[in-house]
Every structure is written in structure tokens, then in C-alpha cells.
């Protein structure tokens, strides 16, 4: 089984500039997560889709973060203008439906953003 | 607002020894608990989930346990490998449809 893909791994920017990353989730897995984590910290949420639909972007700065799931498969993450403090790893996750009971998170690789 | 807490930071042991890691949380109305390791540069593999009505689960040599009450989760390891080695974090989800919220993780280093 094929498990959760992000692309790129790395990113170097400079601040001001946009970057996007992008997410396929396990084949099947209605749910999608992205999370940012800051280097020594756990993963913080910043959205939540349940299909195409948005569940939770409570702490999505959405002055400058947008996101979408089209046709409830791949997502797509934009910063726009990006800022030092962005800096830090972008982990997509997928579950099956979301919270059913023993449903396990699964992560991909992340992608590592700098930004000078 | 759910905090999720792990003690300690770090933890360098030598190879062969039993370890446990702590991980509190402040409120109890949980609905399950998740142990995960994350590799450097890499992305977080599950480990053991335990929902709210159990109090351990088992895989290998690893187990964790829950006690909501006090809320605190630990997770024992069994005769530790070198391989070990990585970042242990908990992630803790609420009873109202709440995500996931994590602790920031224990770093362990097992040494040959």
C-alpha cells in the first residue's frame, strides 16, 4: 500500500516570495491534515478537510495560507508572501474517515521549508 | 484547551536497557491516545493508539499505557536497540471531534 506523498522535500526561499506544496494521501483515506512543525516542537494543525470539504482551519493564518482539496484527493498548500517565522517542516497526514474508533493518523515525509 | 506535555526532553541510555517515557495531558476527556516516532527528517510513524476505554496496548517490544484519570500516558521500551534511536511524541484526541494535539517529544539516544 502505497502511503502518504509529499512533494517537494526541500524548499528555500527568500521572505516575501510565495511557495506551494502539495499532498496525496493514501488511496481511499477521506481525511487530510496539514500540520506545521517547528524545529524542537510536536506538529501543529493548521487545516483539516474531510473530503473537499474544510473540517477545521482554525489556526490557518489565513492572510497569507490558503489551501484547497479539489475532487477530495490531492491537496495543495500555498504561503503568500512567506515570513522568517514560516520556517519549518510541512507534514501532510491522511486517516481513514476522520475519527472512527482505533483509526491511526498516517504521515508523509514532509517538506522541510527555509526561508532567509 | 487541551496540553500535552512529555518529560523528558532528551534521553541518552545505553543499549539493553528498559526505558519508560511520560507523556501528561490536561484534560481528561480524551478519546484516544497515540504514540508515534519520528525519524530525523522523516515523517511520524504510528506506534500503538489506545483508545479511551483501555488501558494498554502492546506491539513487540513496546507498550503503552493509559490512565485517564491522572492524565498520563507512558510508554515502556524493552531492551532498547541502537535503533531506537529517534523523537517519541504522544498525540492526544478529545471526546468532541477535537484533532489531534501533540506533545513536543522526547529525544532518545540508545548507544552501543
Known amino acids: 500500500e502505497a502511503g502518504v506523498a509529499q512533494s517537494p522535500r526541500y524548499k528555500i526561499i527568500e521572505k516575501r516570495q510565495s511557495v506551494a506544496f502539495w499532498c496525496n494521501p493514501i488511496?481511499?483515506?477521506?481525511?487530510l491534515y496539514w500540520y506545521q512543525q517547528i524545529l524542537g516542537q510536536g506538529p501543529k494543525l493548521l487545516i483539516q478537510?474531510?473530503?473537499?470539504?474544510?473540517?477545521?482551519d482554525s489556526q490557518l493564518p489565513k492572510d497569507r495560507f490558503s489551501a484547497e482539496r479539489l475532487k477530495g484527493v490531492d491537496s495543495t498548500l500555498k504561503i503568500q508572501p512567506a515570513k522568517l517565522e514560516d520556517s519549518a517542516v510541512y507534514l501532510c497526514?491522511?486517516?481513514?474517515?476522520?475519527?472512527?474508533?482505533?483509526?491511526?493518523?498516517?504521515f508523509g515525509s514532509g517538506t522541510q521549508l527555509s526561508v532567509l | 484547551k487541551q496540553e500535552v506535555t512529555q518529560i523528558p526532553a532528551a534521553l541518552s541510555v545505553p543499549e539493553g536497557e528498559n526505558l519508560v517515557l511520560n507523556c501528561s495531558f490536561t484534560?481528561?476527556?480524551?478519546?484516544?491516545l497515540q504514540w508515534f516516532r519520528q525519524d530525523p527528517g522523516k515523517g511520524l510513524t504510528s506506534l500503538l493508539l489506545?483508545?479511551?476505554?483501555?488501558r494498554e496496548q502492546t506491539s513487540g517490544r513496546l507498550n503503552a499505557s493509559l490512565d485517564k484519570s491522572s492524565g498520563r500516558s507512558t510508554l515502556y521500551i524493552a531492551a532498547s536497540q541502537p535503533g531506537d534511536s529517534a523523537t517519541y511524541l504522544c498525540?492526544?484526541?478529545?471526546?468532541?471531534?477535537?484533532?489531534?494535539?501533540f506533545g513536543p517529544g522526547t529525544r532518545l539516544s540508545v548507544l552501543p
Open positions: 497526514a491522511s486517516s481513514l474517515t476522520g475519527g472512527g474508533v482505533g483509526e491511526k493518523l498516517f
Open positions: 488511496s481511499g483515506h477521506a481525511t
Open positions: 478537510f474531510q473530503n473537499n470539504g474544510v473540517v477545521d
Open positions: 484534560d481528561s476527556a480524551i478519546y484516544n
Open positions: 489506545i483508545q479511551s476505554s483501555q
Open positions: 498525540a492526544v484526541r478529545g471526546n468532541y471531534g477535537q484533532n489531534f494535539v
